[in-house]
């Protein structure tokens, strides 16, 4: 996820940011490019159509974005 976006979402000032977001906060790609993004957990679970719980397993690594989901997570973060 995190090569694709920061390939695709504000170029690279935005990727440096995200990067600065990241290591400042020990958080995951999809974590900082949420917060990047101004987006709660609660309106990513709602868009991807999953429970918030399961959207806090894949947003901390502990469950894998999996194919089925990345293509709505990309599209959310673009948006």
Request: net charge positive; glycine share 8%; no cysteine.
């Amino acid at each position: 996820l995190s090569r694709w976006v920061l390939s695709r979402s504000g170029g690279p000032q935005a990727s440096a940011v995200v990067l600065a977001i990241m290591k400042a906060n020990g958080w995951t790609s999809l974590r900082a490019w949420r917060h990047w993004r101004g987006l709660s957990k609660t309106t990513m679970a709602n868009r991807l159509n999953v429970q918030l719980s399961t959207y806090e397993l894949i947003e901390d690594g502990t469950v894998d974005l999996g194919p089925w989901l990345l293509p709505a997570v990309e599209k959310i973060l673009l948006d």
